[in-house]
């Protein structure tokens, strides 16, 4: 099957809004063993849209994916595009205008008119509810088009992910039949993206598993795909062995996930004490379900006054070291364990940029600092490259990935 995305959106276009749409559908298509073929951006327009549809078409895509255009408002323009390219009829669907009544139940005011528009669908279409806004999606097969198919799905993420997952992934898998490739993903961290390759690449030479790596601060994800489950799978724990601890388990998507549920396995609680990070780490640990379990809190302590006052960094150490030293990540994280009593702790100190560097301590110098109670705190120092979002989660995924290593006793 080739897939197309077609978004849509002027938006899109200017900046300032990122596609993550796309992405989405990546995502969950190469978990099934799909794979989104070309995508385009258009603007909100009846000519760039059929231009975007017609290109899918002439390339041969199966399934052409619109997102975006579908609301109530003036630049929502989408419906009357594709109608009008294919010769479409409207109809209002019963489902549909039940939908947009329980949407509006509870509301102030009637319906207004140009909402109940939304249940105005094509007369060859399927709907796919949406359960979250008043846009629902639309499948239809393409008038003379050798079996392709087009489906129309709403912009907005929270309302695109739950219908796409729920309402439409079920319907491509079954168009796809047996054509689909079995996918695995190991997700390594702790090592950059050639490191990773280096070190896997050679266990893929003699097999007829093909490999992508896809790297972000922290992490690689290795994405396995092939014809042959059984071959797929071996591919997989062998790839495991050789990472070792650096291999988050199995369906384990993340590493935050993955330290939650290390620490509630062990039992233990966790804190964090952040400089230049200013709570990333903890954000990204409350992100996980059941996090509550583990994380007693966390304290941002931007300035040398904060890291003394409540973290007992000593003046000496300040005035001696600086606070971007490895001295004073171990007074934080010390401090951190004994004022929050909490059983393992992380301390995150550095220079994020883009100004603040010295030849002596550049942009990018951070330490961190892991302690697990009963034992001397582990401090590292790392020299991060890029700008200063990348430098604040590079540091923070490097801490979940230092104490989880020492959870694991793999240090």
């Known amino acids: 099957m080739k897939i197309a995305v077609v978004g849509i959106g002027d938006e899109l276009l200017r900046g300032f809004t990122i596609n993550t749409n796309l992405a989405f559908i990546g995502r969950s298509l190469v978990a099934e063993g799909l ?13 760039a849209i059929q231009g975007g549809i017609e290109s899918a078409l002439g390339a041969g895509c199966d399934l052409i994916i619109t997102t975006g255009g579908l609301g109530p408002t003036v630049d929502d323009v989408t419906k009357k595009a594709v109608a009008e390219m294919f010769g479409l009829g409207f109809k209002e669907s019963p489902g549909v205008l039940r939908d947009l009544r329980d949407y509006w139940a509870g509301r102030p005011g009637e319906m207004p008119e140009h909402v109940r528009g939304q249940a105005m669908i094509f007369e060859n279409a399927d709907y796919l509810p949406n359960r979250v806004g008043t846009a629902p999606g639309m499948v239809f097969e393409v008038p003379d088009g050798d079996g392709a198919r087009v489906v129309m799905l709403p912009g907005p993420p929270p309302e695109l992910n739950p219908m796409f997952i729920k309402h439409l992934l079920p319907k491509i898998l079954s168009w796809a039949g047996e054509g689909r490739r079995h996918v695995r993903t190991v997700v390594a961290v702790g090592l950059p993206e050639s490191k990773v390759e280096a070190l896997t690449g050679p266990l893929l030479a003699e097999t007829a598993v093909s490999a992508a790596y896809c790297a972000s601060p922290g992490r690689v994800n290795i994405y396995l795909s092939g014809d042959d489950s059984t071959a797929v799978a071996m591919v997989e724990a062998t790839l495991r062995e050789a990472l070792g601890w650096r291999a988050l388990p199995q369906g384990v998507d993340s590493l935050p996930e993955a330290l939650v ?21 903890a954000a990204a640990i409350t992100d996980i379900p059941g996090s509550s379990n583990v994380l007693k809190g966390g304290v941002v302590v931007y300035s ?19 606070a971007v030293s490895r001295e004073c990540a171990a007074a934080m994280v010390e401090g951190l ?66 104490l989880r290593r020492e959870l694991l006793g793999a240090g």
């Open 35 to 47: 794979e989104v073929e070309r995508s385009y951006v258009v603007a909100d327009t009846a000519e």
């Open 261 to 281: 549920a290390l620490l509630a396995e062990r039992r233990l609680t966790c804190g964090a004490a952040e400089s230049c990070t200013a709570g990333l780490v």
């Open 304 to 322: 040398d006054e904060l890291k003394k006052r409540l973290l007992g960094v000593p003046d000496e150490v300040l005035s001696s070291h600086g």
């Open 337 to 402: 364990l004994t004022r929050l009593g909490v059983d393992t702790g992380m301390a995150i100190t550095g220079i994020a940029g883009p100004g603040g560097g010295t030849p002596e301590k550049p942009v990018g110098l951070v330490f961190i600092s892991v302690a697990v109670k009963d034992s001397a705190p582990v401090v590292e120092r790392f020299n991060f490259s890029g700008d200063r979002r990348r430098i604040r989660d590079s540091a923070a995924a490097t801490a979940m990935t230092i």
